[in-house]
């Protein structure tokens, strides 16, 4: 499903523990590590989405995580040439995202990156909020900019759970 502008749904999620540190995975067979993201189907509800691909790709379910809070607008980033597939009529620019911030309320051992059929990732650790802006492929780097600033005020915002 791509938007009129070339624009394909998407969320993402920034997922921090009780010392507001962010989840960073590897992607399988990559040397790329990044935040949870996925598409958005036809007709689905865009909470709806972000628990599915936390489900698929992080193995956590709502009783694990509390929501934080999400961006308000659309966020965008286009895909340079080299990463696109190639589809020679295709108006595919790159995604629009709405980002999560969750805060895990369970514990480490919950999360289960083989709890797909296709896993995404094969790796992860947890990493200072701030520090994704230097390991991000440089073309997600703005939006993981944008993401991470207008979501930092709700971890201050909320108790943590110790």
Same mark, same amino acid.
């Given at each position: ?17 009780r ?25 689905e ?7 599915? $691909?936390l489900? *698929? $790709? ?7 995580? *509390? ?36 805060r ?7 999360v289960?990156?083989?709890?797909? $059929?296709?896993p995404?990732? *094969? *790796? ?39």
């Open positions: 499903m791509i938007d009129e502008h070339g624009y394909r749904p998407n969320v993402g999620i920034i997922l921090c523990n010392f507001n540190q962010i989840f960073w995975a590897r992607r399988c067979g990559q040397d790329g590590w990044q935040f949870p993201q996925g598409g958005i189907r036809a007709q509800p865009v909470e709806e989405a972000m628990y599915r $691909e489900r *698929e $790709e992080v193995g956590l379910s709502p009783q694990h995580i *509390e929501v934080l809070g999400c961006t308000r607008d659309w966020v965008h980033y286009d895909i340079p040439d080299q990463y696109r597939r190639r589809h020679p009529h295709s108006p595919f620019r790159g995604q629009k995202q709405i980002w999560y911030l969750l895990l309320i369970g514990e480490d051992k919950n289960r990156l083989d709890s797909c $059929e296709r995404e990732f *094969e *790796e992860w650790c947890w990493i200072s909020y701030w520090s994704a802006l230097d390991h991000i492929i440089s073309f997600k780097r703005e939006v993981y900019r944008q993401a991470l600033t207008e979501l930092e005020p709700m971890l201050a915002s909320v108790k943590t759970h110790i």
